[in-house]
T-cell receptor, first 109, second 116 residues
Framework: RKEVEQDPGPFNVPEGATVAFNCTYS??????FFWYRQDCRKEPKLLMS???SGNEDGRFTAQLNRASQYISLLIRDSKLSDSATYLC??????????FGKGTRLHILP | GAGVSQSPSNKVTEKGKDVELRCDPI?????LYWYRQSLGQGLEFLIY????????KSGLPSDRFSAERTGGSVSTLTIQRTQQEDSAVYLC??????????????FGSGTQLSVL
């Protein structure tokens, strides 16, 4: 089983819609979780951390479900500029950081 | 600049040649990571450093790959006797651990390596 798994997509979503995708992790000892965004031919950039209580940043909401070992990202009122690949990370402290292979999102005008 | 700097941005080499890729992390970042990304694929972990030590080298694809970090700052990734399958973007990232221990990565723009 891969350490971090994501649905590769693509998710094709009309502008203004809400979209959500999940990421599962295999290591129950994972402590820190993040979502990164990667635009085509660019480097990944941190989108948001994921906290146990869930957290929101504008149109983006991240949640953690430790019992089922997954994290989620929800994007409300999607914009064309949200089109990108979204990468999740689950890691232990002082351990290597492993990325999921990413979920491609296409926002359609 | 304040970001992670990688050089060269592009490298074209002939099969069998050695190449060195350089990463200059954000000042004060103690951890440094190397990843490889082939076109349309995810990030493949190669190696990471805490200070000058590399606790985990398990991601290096073969013994042709090596990396070092000196002075807790600049790192070089060396690929010996390059093969065509080494062609990829090599990404470096450094991390700022906040007080909760969360490792937030900041990436350089990568080195596009093409082996002919």
């Amino acid at each position: 089983r891969k350490e971090v798994e994501q649905d590769p997509g693509p998710f094709n979503v009309p502008e203004g819609a809400t979209v959500a995708f999940n990421c599962t992790y295999s290591n129950s000892a994972s402590q820190s979780f993040f979502w990164y965004r990667q635009d085509c031919r660019k480097e990944p950039k941190l989108l948001m951390s994921v906290y146990s209580s869930g957290n929101e940043d504008g149109r983006f909401t991240a949640q953690l479900n430790r019992a089922s070992q997954y994290i989620s990202l929800l994007i409300r009122d999607s914009k064309l500029s949200d089109s990108a690949t979204y990468l999740c990370v689950a890691m232990n402290r002082d351990d290597k950081i492993i990325f999921g292979k990413g979920t491609r999102l296409h926002i359609l005008p | 600049g304040a970001g992670v700097s990688q050089s060269p941005s592009n490298k074209v080499t002939e099969k069998g040649k050695d190449v060195e890729l350089r990463c200059d992390p954000i000042s004060g970042h103690t951890a440094l990571y190397w990843y490889r990304q082939s076109l349309g694929q995810g990030l493949e972990f190669l190696i990471y450093f805490q200070g000058n030590s590399a606790p985990d080298k398990s991601g290096l694809p073969s013994d042709r790959f090596s990396a070092e970090r000196t002075g807790g700052s600049v790192s070089t990734l060396t690929i010996q006797r390059t093969q065509q399958e080494d062609s990829a973007v090599y990404l470096c990232a450094s991390s700022l651990a906040d007080r909760a221990g969360n490792e937030k990565l900041f990436f350089g723009s990568g080195t596009q390596l093409s082996v002919l």
